[in-house]
């Protein structure tokens, strides 16, 4: 049967689905959730092992090229990330009026990172869909929001920015930025599994932003941009930040956790760190940083925050049965690294820029634009009133 070309040939569904819950919208070789099993896969390995394995350059290279590195591939990308990292003089000074105004950190990356664009090479790139173009810009935009955040961090605090040093790896530089010296093999090796698990998780919403943002052509640097913009809503990130400022609430009104979070209750407030659109069951990523924050408390002759978190972790799962997530354990984490609160969701996005990046890669492969419908329950039928009858 012949349609004319001005025949539009989808049929729209009537069902209603707030918030797209459930909705497919597209398909992915990047993230595999199973939130019955508790199961996160990063193009076909668990993250189990690749948190415990792999380095987060490597899950970059996963991400963006669809398979492991070899030895010397993974060498000359980590190299290419690492020449990457400085800011242009117009980028840093982008940096110093935003420390000097006391910026919301995520505020400041959103804004940060938008600069960007103007000394990227690749910027004026007419067709935003290359490739090869779209994978340098990638690797830029990944090397250097680390850079912005620690200096903008720095600044703020009266401190000197440090230069990155193209010597040592991802995690390890950053966390040289923050502090001004060289961070030991264990907070490495923990920063760099925190980036390794938060790197990707499927179409969460700031990934969808960028996806949304992508399908209208818009470049990389706009797609990263509004993700970030995505992320910074409470209903997104900062929960890691909130679970934090909890656990010391606690320690400051000492309570007994479980008396807390029983008194919180009562009051109809919600607790931090529990609870996942996605997983029904614990968190896997959440199991690995647990872990991981049990070993520093533990190295620091100090587990009250572990214990304090496990307590509460009980109690909710035997009052509510609601499992906690990620965030919940790296609060504890990072506290521990001695990284300031107002930093962990902007910390989130050096990581999950990553994935954000691989999404958008996919989405310019076989684009289509994404342009939903509403239902109207307005008025229709209105009679236009002249202005001097209103």
Do not use: C
Not at 270 to 291: C, E, N, T
Request: hydrophobic content about 40%.
């Amino acid at each position: 049967m012949f349609f004319p070309l001005s025949v539009n040939l989808y049929v729209m569904s009537e069902e209603l689905r707030p918030g797209l819950e459930g909705v497919l919208v597209a398909e992915s070789e990047l993230s595999y959730i199973d939130g019955e099993a508790g199961k996160l896969v990063y193009r076909g390995y668990a993250i189990e092992d690749l948190a415990r394995e792999a380095s987060y350059e490597e899950v970059l290279y996963l991400l963006w090229h669809g398979e492991l590195p070899t030895t010397a591939q993974l060498e000359r990308f980590s190299d290419e990330m690492a020449t990457q990292r400085s800011l242009a003089p117009g980028t840093m000074d982008v940096v110093r009026e935003l420390a000097d105004q006391r910026e919301e950190p995520m505020a400041a990356l959103r804004t940060i990172t938008s600069s960007l664009s103007a000394a990227d090479e690749d910027a004026d790139e007419t067709a935003v869909t290359d490739l090869e173009a779209n994978l340098r810009k990638g690797k830029r935009i990944t090397a250097k929001m680390p850079t912005a955040l620690a200096a903008f961090k720095r600044l703020r605090d009266g401190d000197g920015p440090v230069d990155p040093d193209p010597e040592m790896d991802h995690a390890e530089n950053f966390l040289y930025m923050l502090n001004g010296e060289v961070p030991d093999a264990v907070l490495s090796e923990t920063f760099d599994m925190a980036l390794v698990l938060h790197a990707d998780h499927g179409l969460n919403a700031s990934t969808f932003s960028a996806m949304v943002t992508a399908s209208t052509l818009a470049d990389i640097h706009a797609a990263v941009t509004s993700a970030i913009g995505t992320l910074s809503g409470s209903l997104h990130g900062g929960a890691n930040a909130n679970v934090m400022r909890m656990l010391k609430e606690v320690d400051d009104s000492a309570m007994n956790p479980v008396d807390w979070v029983d008194d919180a209750l009562d009051r109809g407030e919600r607790v931090a760190g529990f609870g996942h659109r996605v997983y029904d069951v614990k968190d896997p990523r959440a199991k690995i940083l647990g872990g991981k924050s049990e070993e520093l408390g533990e190295a620091a002759g100090d587990t009250r925050w572990y214990e304090m978190s496990v307590a509460i972790e009980e109690y909710m799962a035997e009052q509510k049965g609601i499992p906690p997530n990620v965030d919940f354990y790296s609060a504890t984490t990072y506290y521990q690294m001695g990284i300031p609160i107002d930093l962990y969701t902007p910390i989130f996005a050096i990581s999950r820029v990553g994935g954000w990046i691989a999404h958008v890669l996919e989405q310019y492969e076989d684009n289509r634009l994404i342009r939903p419908r509403a239902r109207y329950v307005g008025e229709l039928d209105r009679s236009y009133p002249p202005l001097a009858e209103r």
